[in-house]
């Protein structure tokens, strides 16, 4: 079936490090792509999304490009903040039929200290 | 505008016992989410609904949850019978349509005893 690996569980930064999550998906066809970010205590908030190779995706100064040779589609970020600090969710959408429905990796949690 | 809401935000119950989780998707979204999330599995799907028809009922979750959607504004999810291994943070999320964000709402933690 269709899933999501996130690598890393757990990352930890200082302020105005650049930061990479890692997500690469398996799955046929073109899933759409998302990222999504919780916050303690809050649902998952949508950051992006891209639904075609090449397609970057951005939101709030993290970015992501679509790639379909490696299959992944990698959180980056050049600068960041204490308040970035949340759990990072790559998603695909379903690529048979409606990307309604998602399925999520396991997330990422980063921590920034400031 | 309104977000999704989610009651209660807390719920504690002891083993055998039958819950209710409510959810108010975003007025005039097509598609409603229940997820389940833990530390463990993270976020896994239980039902979705489109224009309130059920279009998946979480396979491994079908023999105790039973979400609906009582009218376009308004879900539920009964567990029934609750076991402890059914505490986790149960969470709603409405979409306009295909292809579009999901909104979440702030979850109801279930703790059961």
């Known amino acids: 079936g269709d899933s999501v690996t996130q690598t890393e569980g757990q990352v930890a930064l200082s302020e105005e490090d650049f930061l990479t999550i890692h997500c690469n998906y398996s799955?046929?066809?073109?899933?759409?792509l998302f990222w999504y970010v919780q916050y303690p205590g809050e649902g998952p908030q949508f950051l992006f999304r891209?639904?075609?190779?090449?397609e970057k995706g951005s939101s709030r100064g993290f970015e992501a490009t679509y790639n379909k040779e490696t299959t992944s589609f990698h959180l980056q970020k050049a600068s960041v903040q204490e308040s970035d600090s949340a759990v990072y969710y790559c998603?695909?959408?379903?690529?048979?039929?409606?990307?309604?429905?998602?399925?999520f990796g396991k997330g990422t949690k980063l921590s920034v200290k400031s | 505008d309104a977000g999704v809401t989610q009651t209660p935000r807390h719920e504690v119950a002891e083993k055998g016992q039958t819950i209710i989780l409510k959810c108010e998707p975003v007025?005039?979204?097509?598609?409603l989410f229940w997820y389940r999330q833990t530390k463990i599995q993270g976020l896994e799907l239980l039902s979705y609904?489109?224009?309130?028809?059920?279009?998946?009922d979480g396979g491994a979750f079908k023999d105790r949850f039973k979400a609906e959607m009582l009218n376009s504004s308004f879900s539920t999810l009964k567990i029934q019978p609750t076991e402890p291994k059914d505490s986790a943070v149960y969470l709603c999320?409405?979409?306009?349509?295909?292809?579009?964000?999901?909104?979440f709402g702030p979850g109801t933690r279930l703790t059961v005893l």
């Open positions: 609904f489109r224009s309130k028809s059920l279009m998946e």
């Open positions: 007025s005039g979204h097509n598609d």
């Open positions: 999320a409405s979409s306009l349509m295909d292809w579009d964000e999901q909104y």
């Open positions: 799955a046929s066809g073109y899933p759409a």
């Open positions: 891209a639904s075609r190779d090449k």
């Open positions: 998603a695909l959408g379903d690529p048979g039929g409606s990307n309604a429905k998602l399925t």
